[in-house]
């Protein structure tokens, strides 16, 4: 077993997943291991990511893939975890933003192994998180992929809900896409929802944010009213489109989601 290198909490990652002891409760997972909990051994790496606006840097290990979790220790996949973190109005504090931008650095930092400009072993930058090529001094940051979420809403009251093919069971959301090279955000919420499902909005402003490492985007979040056609899934990501009230509902995405955050402000009336 490794000595843990100080006193702050530590995230072990593998893959898509958090490992921690089979002893930790639900509700505390998401915190970091504590100063007396070793962590498994062989750790791959350990890397400490610079903590934002002078807090402490986010330590992790990482095991690497194929190296089975050590006897006592179970695997907890980020994503189907999120329902059981705060909501993403509070992302970025606590324990849930700490554990967020850890897995991003984690993930961007595994996948940029290698200078892509030269395709020499990446080394870190000494001032971090940032990777530079030891053979061409490329400098290379964490990538962050920006995406819209917008919640359309009527002159009935009535929200815009989509199913996805890609959605597993008979979800309902929210339309969403990534923003374009020189698009404005704005222009991204009126083009995907023009491209999914065919509906002119208008009015459109701005409603949340929610990092979503899953790999490296940012999902930001809007709300629009309807200016002109009527929901016409495009058949290839979007295979139905509605108006629904609030006592219709389909089945919603799960809590954690910025897209399940938009659709509970407007049951709310605060959207």
């Not at 069971?169 to 704005?186: H, K, P, Q, R, V």
């Not at 499902?197 to 985007?217: K, M």
């Not at 056609?229 to 489109?241: L, Y």
Request: aromatic residues 8%; glycine residues 10%; hydrophobic residues 40%.
């Amino acid at each position: 077993m490794l000595e843990m290198p100080d006193a702050r909490r530590v995230y072990v990652f593998q893959g898509e997943a958090l490992l921690v002891p089979q002893a930790v409760p639900d509700g505390e997972i998401f915190q970091g291991l504590a100063p007396e909990i070793p962590p498994p051994a062989p750790p791959v790496e350990y890397y400490e990511v610079p903590g934002l606006n002078g807090a402490e840097p986010v330590p992790y290990y990482a095991l690497g893939n194929g190296v089975p979790p050590p006897a006592g220790w179970r695997a907890v996949t980020i994503r189907n975890a999120l329902p059981r973190m705060i909501s993403p109005e509070d992302a970025a504090a606590g324990c849930t933003g700490r554990l967020l931008r850890a897995y991003h650095i984690f993930r961007w930092r595994r996948e940029s192994a290698f200078c892509g400009s030269c395709g020499s072993p990446n080394g870190d930058a000494p001032q971090g998180p940032a990777r530079r090529c030891p053979a061409c001094g490329r400098m290379e940051f964490p990538r962050i992929s920006p995406a819209i979420i917008v919640i359309v809403t009527n002159r009935k009251g009535q929200a815009l809900l989509a199913h996805n093919r890609r959605f597993e069971g008979n979800i309902y959301s929210l339309i969403a896409g990534f923003n374009e090279a020189g698009e404005t955000l704005e222009a991204t919420v009126k083009r995907e929802v023009r491209e999914e499902v065919g509906v002119e909005v208008e009015g459109i402003r701005y409603a949340a944010s929610q990092p979503w490492p899953f790999p490296n985007s940012l999902m930001v979040g809007f709300a629009a009213r309807h200016a002109g056609g009527e929901p016409v899934p495009d058949g290839k990501e979007i295979t139905d489109a509605r108006w629904f009230d609030r006592h219709t509902l389909p089945n919603l995405p799960g809590l954690g989601s910025v897209a399940r955050y938009l659709i509970t402000r407007w049951l709310e009336g605060s959207l």
